[in-house]
């Protein structure tokens, strides 16, 4: 394995933020509807007077986009609605009886709550509204809320966002962001009930924040800068790659992508392809540097060694464009989503393909998974014994609680022994 090229190296000073997000959440605990108030006008520059976004703002927003993106945003949500529903189809109640009278099962429970947080920045984010809110729908959630910061230019949240929470089914909406939102969602306000899940992506303070809460409420992942590797080969074409390396810098600053072939050409064709694809793109500079920071290039002897390249980084979207893709997909074992061949960029995931663009990051695709409907839903198993089942099990039972030191345990099984 070669880099060809590597992440610049930064001096940057990481600056933690534990202890300021500490501080936003106690203020929300404490001080509720008017610290989140005060901190939207401090952090988002925004004045409201009201968090709930009214029935009639959000019938407004419709007035305020286009047709095409209303009609777009309602095809993306059905196709992501579709997928989550044939993912919910393959979740199945269980029981049976693993001994005569001992019936043994579970039940399929969706979180009664959750709260789905839409990130604010430079653009608008009506996709990861559709992506937080219906798969919580389709997974039978009772009740879910749905928050993103104010722009300034509306002076509340963007009207494509709104639609979008609209479209994909939210019961209450907030204009609140960052670290005070999550504190909102975990803690709760005179005004904003507490959920019992977040989900949803956002900057550092909003990641930090959902850390902080864990245990308190559930949450999704703990989302970091996205990312993408690419397995390509010798006829993989070079514009193309670099074009969807780029796509995924594009989102911020620190994004990064990986390129790792078994082609020495072909990296020298794309390191080229690089600037002309930035140059003639509007995010283009953005995008660039991105990619001179985090961007990598690793050139590998085999599309087998590439394969356990990518397994090692464990990407968040990972792309395969070589003439061996089926025979790589076996080969590989972690990554957030896999997009495989030239007709399935990273962007019709993010967008309208149907699987979910909550992924996970930093290397935790090793051990979780993205959003999906399943993540709603709780597993909960039960027991139902006979008193033939009951006195089948109660000597072992009593043995082991007796092994323990647990006396209590050992009187409550031997009450089954029977007579």
């Known amino acids: 394995m070669i880099f060809i090229k590597k992440a610049a190296e930064t001096s940057a000073k990481i600056v933690s933020i534990e202890e300021d997000v500490a501080k936003i959440i106690e203020n929300v605990r404490v001080g509720g509807n008017q610290a989140?108030?005060?901190?939207?006008?401090?952090?988002?520059?925004?004045a409201l007077s009201n968090l709930r976004v009214s029935p009639e703002e959000v019938k407004k927003a419709y007035s305020r986009i286009d047709e095409k993106t209303i009609e777009y945003l309602r095809l993306a949500a059905a196709r992501i609605r579709s997928f989550a529903e044939k993912q919910i189809e393959c979740l199945l109640p269980l029981e049976y009886?693993?001994?005569?009278?001992?019936?043994?099962?579970?039940?399929?429970?969706?979180?009664?709550?959750?709260g789905a947080y839409v990130p604010g920045g430079r653009y608008p984010l009506p996709s990861s509204a559709l992506m937080s809110i219906v798969p919580a729908r389709v997974a039978g959630v009772k009740r879910v809320a749905a928050c993103s910061p104010p722009a300034k230019a509306f002076a509340g949240i963007h009207p494509a966002v709104l639609v979008a929470m609209d479209i994909a089914g939210a019961d209450e909406i907030y204009c609140m962001g960052g670290a005070?939102?999550?504190?909102?969602?975990a803690c709760g306000t005179v005004s904003i009930p507490r959920v019992d899940m977040i989900v949803g992506p956002g900057n550092a303070y909003v990641t930090e924040a959902k850390r902080q809460v864990s245990g308190i409420v559930g949450i999704d992942i703990l989302a970091g800068p996205s990312e993408v590797l690419i397995i390509a080969d010798q006829d993989a074409d070079p514009a193309t790659?670099?074009?969807?390396?780029?796509?995924?810098?594009?989102?911020?600053?620190?994004?990064?992508?990986?390129?790792?072939?078994?082609?020495?050409?072909?990296?020298?064709?794309?390191?080229?392809?690089?600037?002309?694809?930035?140059?003639?793109?509007?995010?283009?500079?953005?995008?660039?540097?991105?990619?001179?920071?985090?961007?990598?290039?690793?050139?590998?002897?085999?599309?087998?060694?590439?394969?356990?390249?990518?397994?090692?980084?464990?990407?968040?979207?990972?792309?395969?464009?070589?003439m061996k893709n089926n025979e790589l997909i076996?080969?590989?074992?972690?990554?957030?989503?896999?997009?495989?061949?030239?007709?399935?960029?990273?962007?019709?995931?993010?967008?309208?393909?149907?699987?979910?663009?909550?992924?996970?990051?930093?290397?935790?695709?090793?051990?979780?998974?993205?959003?999906w409907a399943g993540i709603f839903v709780k597993v909960s198993s039960f027991q139902k014994l006979t008193g033939?089942?009951?006195?089948?099990?109660?000597?072992?039972?009593?043995?082991?609680?007796?092994?323990?030191?647990?006396?209590?345990?050992?009187?409550?099984?031997?009450?089954?022994?029977?007579?």
């Open 36 to 46: 989140l108030l005060e901190l939207t006008r401090r952090y988002d520059g925004v």
């Open 97 to 114: 009886e693993s001994s005569p009278g001992v019936i043994l099962g579970h039940r399929l429970i969706p979180v009664s709550s959750c």
């Open 241 to 322: 790659v670099a074009c969807d390396l780029l796509a995924q810098c594009e989102h911020d600053p620190t994004a990064g992508g990986i390129l790792v072939t078994d082609s020495s050409k072909l990296a020298g064709q794309v390191l080229e392809s690089i600037y002309i694809e930035a140059g003639s793109l509007e995010t283009g500079k953005t995008a660039l540097k991105a990619w001179e920071d985090n961007g990598q290039v690793i050139l590998v002897d085999t599309l087998s060694e590439a394969a356990a390249v990518s397994d090692q980084f464990a990407p968040e979207h990972l792309v395969l464009l070589t």
């Open 330 to 371: 076996n080969k590989l074992h972690n990554y957030g989503s896999l997009f495989i061949g030239e007709n399935a960029p990273v962007a019709f995931g993010d967008y309208i393909s149907g699987t979910n663009h909550i992924l996970p990051t930093m290397g935790c695709s090793r051990f979780s998974s993205g959003v």
């Open 180 to 185: 005070q939102a999550v504190a909102a969602y």
């Open 388 to 419: 033939e089942g009951a006195a089948s099990l109660a000597d072992a039972c009593s043995h082991l609680a007796g092994v323990e030191g647990l006396k209590v345990h050992q009187r409550s099984a031997d009450k089954r022994r029977g007579k």
